[in-house]
T-cell receptor, first 114, second 109 residues
């Protein structure tokens, strides 16, 4: 596709529900990143993939957060037993090589936990 | 971890004026220094970046200057236009991008 695509754009979840957020990176991009952006704040790093390998997951806030990229293209961020503090915009970005090349961001998924 | 601060947090200018946003960081290992622009409801978009072996880079109305010794870099926008209104983030990094808290720029016609 022309850019990074994320779905759904908006998700409302009841507290305790599991959610899955999808990211379709730019075709051929090796690197994929997930960020969490709270209202009025800068994006915060969650995790980084190079192809299918998850090289850095130091930003995942708890073991309720899990990300995968099994075939080195589409990625899914899963949040189990959602809590109100998980409410945020989740951004996905991809780049052609490593983290230090231009990262293209999707529009994000706005998650609201009620 | 990396501590990134931006100043000012908000900046209001008249169309045609210049705008300067400063970013300070703590990790001396950082070697990549991008600036991102984020419009409402959209993801951040790279507008300019610089690497640690370069002191200044310019792209039309936008420039970035880097002072590695002092650990800060700045975004300069000249001849501002209303469409420059957005939130700007610096995101210095070594092995991952660490975003600053953002600067809301408002350009009035």
């Amino acid at each position: 596709g022309a850019g990074v695509s994320q779905s759904p754009r908006y998700k409302v979840a009841k507290r305790g529900q599991d959610v899955a957020l999808r990211c379709d990176p730019i075709s051929g991009h090796v690197s994929l990143f997930w960020y969490q952006q709270a209202l009025g704040q800068g994006p915060e790093f969650l995790t980084y993939f190079q192809n299918e390998a998850q090289l850095d997951k130091s930003g995942l806030p708890s073991d309720r957060f899990f990300a995968e990229r099994p075939e080195g293209s589409v990625s899914t961020l899963k949040i189990q037993r959602t809590q109100q503090e998980d409410s945020a915009v989740y951004l996905c970005a991809s780049s052609s090589q490593g983290w230090h090349t231009e990262a293209f961001f999707g529009q994000g998924t706005r998650l609201t936990v009620v | 971890g990396e501590n990134v601060e931006q100043h000012p947090s908000t900046l209001s200018v008249q169309e045609g004026d210049s705008a300067v946003i400063k970013c300070t960081y703590s990790d001396s290992a950082s070697n990549y220094f991008p600036w991102y622009k984020q419009e409402l409801g959209k993801g951040p978009q790279l507008i300019i970046d610089i690497r640690s072996n370069v002191g200044e880079k310019k792209d039309q109305r936008i420039a970035v200057t880097l002072n590695k010794t002092a650990k800060h870099f700045s975004l300069h926008i000249t001849e501002t236009q209303p469409e420059d209104s957005a939130v700007y983030f610096c995101a210095p990094g070594f092995q991952k991008l660490v975003f600053g808290t953002g600067t809301r720029l408002l350009v009035s016609p």
